[in-house]
């Protein structure tokens, strides 16, 4: 039965009667390269090499083609019987052994693109040939009857046959895996330039008597054009320079006129040039495919930095998309806002309504505002373009209108607000703004994490060169495996919080960015559910003490749903202010705040009315959306100032509140930018500051 791995007889006996053939046909071309008056090697052994190749490329099973071929012409040569035996088994064996370990235990690629091909290829020839020469060696002490082993003999036949395998091997092997290849017309010109240098140096050395040149040997300078060709040529191009090079050593060493055809111990002196031709061989083949290797992983490392560029593209667009996803929902969520704030606080001030219903209205409101406002900024810290605007901050201040900010929330759920705070005044550098915004979210996360009418503690106190502020509450807790998570954003303590009390959790996140960008810390502290939580935010204070800003430079604080009443005099003066929205219900609203406190309003609702009511009334203030259909806000306002014959002020009013969108508005020629829903108490403020100018 035949074996499996076995090729079919129609198959093989044609690749069987080539193989013999062939090797036949190399054989009796082989033992003509015995130098006379040597030990009986020749300097290299050609069908080792062919040997090799034929069962790693056809199959190990056409072995019987090589013992045959071997029998024939050794037969016809005269040889004894036993010694052609022992010959034949010896080559046999060499190639099976080579082609097995390649195949079984190197995974050797004929391209002998890596360092493990050839290292593989010369550990096969080293293993393969020593048992060769081995076998070689014995039959000839046994069947001669010669006195001892000959260790010369065994030296002759293992150099002979290894480099056979490294100089002729890894060339079959690679032009006939791949014999076809394509080259630009420079390349051609550079392959013809550095084969042709080879050529022409391997025929001065090894078939002329020059031999050197001023002394020098042309040896040396041969290894120049073989770095050429193992830096440019590749593994293909460094085969064929050591085939060329074994090959014209080997027939010059008998037919032309080199060192060796003079030299009075030809024995030494076949030794010293198989040893030149096998170790320029060893070092090239290793070169070549370390050099090849590294080019291959040069351009595996650049097919990565593509994708890693092409992922980064993606991955910054995709990050673009959900910014200007989130940058519009706040202004779409924004718009409605507006007219429910203005219309809650017509409310207040006409007095309507029952009270506890207008400041659960109001909490709510700030609520979803101060949502809106935290989903923006950290997106903008996730993408490195938040800024801090850092100056001289008094602690007190800052805690004052945090509480301030939360004060509807805790009301609403009927805490205790509990403060300790430290008598002496403490200033550290920081953003007023973003610091109030932090310690908001602290007590905001405990009102919402509280069941009514808990308690909230508010505790700051200094410590050497730092400033602890901590927010303790008496509600749910954290499991502790969930402290570290409760900084994440979209996470948050998960143990313990109903549906009702479930939310997108990004306060606490925003908080310890935030604080990080102060250079401080916050950590948080819970003995488990049921058992409140303790969160601390900690701040490195200056070592001077800083310098307090002028008043009149002072960020001025958002005052939605703020308590404050009118600025003292800000009714001192009409103005005639032109409100222009798309939002009609917003526009209404904030109409008739303004009309509460005295002023003239003008409605439009597109870019043309209000171009048209403008160029009529010649309004002192013009109260701008940006987001208008046909002409945007900015373009309006240019128009507006371009064909205003008096001074006009224009005040920018939309659901964009980034810094690239003030910094739009005021290339636009806006004197201020409101960021929709708009307490009255800002727009107010911001008149009398318009006034004040």
């Not at 129609?10 to 009796?28: G, H």
């Not at 109903?498 to 960015?513: D, E, P, Y």
């Not at 003030?662 to 009398?688: C, N």
């Amino acid at each position: 039965m035949e074996e499996p791995s076995y090729t079919s007889l129609r198959a093989y006996w044609p690749k069987f009667v080539a193989v013999a053939v062939l090797y036949a046909a190399l054989l009796v071309v082989s033992f003509n390269l015995v130098p006379r008056g040597g030990v009986g090697t020749s300097l290299v052994w050609p069908p080792a090499a062919l040997g090799l190749v034929v069962l790693f490329f056809w199959g190990l099973d056409l072995w019987p083609a090589i013992a045959i071929a071997f029998f024939v012409v050794l037969y016809f040569r005269g040889v004894y019987p036993p010694l052609i035996a022992t010959t034949a088994v010896a080559n046999v064996a060499e190639s099976l052994i080579a082609a097995y370990i390649l195949k079984r235990y190197v995974d050797f690629s004929p391209m002998q693109n890596r360092l493990r091909d050839t290292l593989g290829l010369m550990l096969a020839s080293l293993a393969a040939s020593a048992v060769s020469a081995s076998v070689i060696t014995f039959g000839v002490f046994v069947f001669n009857q010669r006195p001892a082993l000959s260790v010369s003999l065994w030296v002759g036949v293992w150099i002979g046959h290894l480099v056979s395998l490294i100089a002729f091997g890894p060339f079959a092997l690679r032009w006939l895996y791949r014999p076809l290849f394509t080259k630009t017309f420079l390349e051609i010109v550079e392959g013809v330039a550095l084969f042709g240098s080879i050529a022409t140096l391997c025929v001065l050395l090894f078939w002329t008597p020059y031999s050197s040149v001023a002394g020098i040997s042309l040896l040396y300078i041969l290894i120049l054009p073989l770095l050429w060709a193992a830096l440019r040529a590749g593994p293909r191009g460094m085969s064929l320079a050591l085939f060329m090079l074994a090959t014209i050593g080997a027939t010059g060493v008998l037919f032309g006129y080199g060192p060796i055809t003079h030299s009075s111990d030809i024995a030494q002196a076949l030794f010293g040039i198989q040893m030149v031709i096998g170790m320029l061989s060893l070092i090239f083949l290793l070169f070549s495919s370390i050099t090849e290797e590294r080019k291959e992983a040069i351009n595996n490392l650049h097919t990565h930095v593509g994708k890693l560029e092409v992922a980064l593209t993606k991955i910054s667009s995709e990050d673009q998309a959900k910014s200007d996803f989130i940058a519009i929902l706040a202004h779409e969520l924004r718009n409605p806002l507006s007219p429910i704030l203005s219309g809650l606080e017509l409310l207040k001030l006409q007095e309507r309504g029952r009270p506890e219903v207008l400041r659960m209205m109001g909490a709510h409101l700030h609520t979803i505002a101060r949502l809106l406002d935290d989903l923006l900024d950290i997106t903008r810290i996730s993408q490195k373009k938040f800024n801090l605007q850092k100056e001289s901050v008094e602690i007190h201040a800052v805690l004052a209108h945090a509480i301030e900010m939360v004060q509807p929330q805790i009301a609403t759920r009927r805490h205790t607000l509990l403060t300790s705070l430290p008598d002496e005044e403490i200033w550290l550098n920081g953003d007023p703004v973003r610091l109030t915004q932090i310690f908001a979210n602290l007590l905001t996360n405990s009102a919402k994490y509280t069941e009514p009418g808990g308690t909230i503690t508010l505790r700051a106190e200094r410590t050497d060169n730092t400033l602890a502020v901590s927010v303790q509450d008496n509600g749910i807790g954290i499991a502790p495996e969930r402290l570290v998570a409760v900084f994440e954003p979209f996470g948050g303590a998960e143990t313990g919080i109903s549906q009702r009390q479930s939310g997108l959790h990004i306060g606490l996140s925003l908080a310890k960015r935030m604080a990080e960008m102060h250079h401080g810390t916050i950590k948080a502290h819970s003995a488990g559910v049921g058992t409140g939580t303790t969160v601390t935010v900690e701040i490195p204070l200056p070592a001077t003490m800083p310098l307090a800003m002028p008043q009149g430079l002072k960020a001025r604080v958002r005052g939605r749903f703020s308590k404050v009443e009118r600025p003292a005099g800000a009714g001192t003066e009409s103005l005639t202010i032109l409100v222009v929205d798309d939002n009609e219900p917003a526009a209404r609203g904030l109409g008739a705040l303004l009309e509460h406190y005295g002023h003239r309003v003008l409605l439009a609702y597109d870019a043309m009315e209000a171009l048209a009511l403008a160029q009529e009334h010649r309004p002192d203030v013009a109260i701008l959306d940006i987001g208008l259909p046909a002409m945007d806000g900015y373009q309006l306002a240019r128009e507006m100032r371009a064909a205003a014959k008096h001074p006009l002020r224009c005040v920018a009013l939309t659901g964009y509140g980034q810094p690239e969108d003030k910094r739009k508005a005021q290339e636009a020629g806006f004197d201020e930018h409101l960021v929709k829903p708009v307490s009255i108490v800002d727009v107010e403020r911001v008149l009398l500051e318009l006034r004040s100018r």
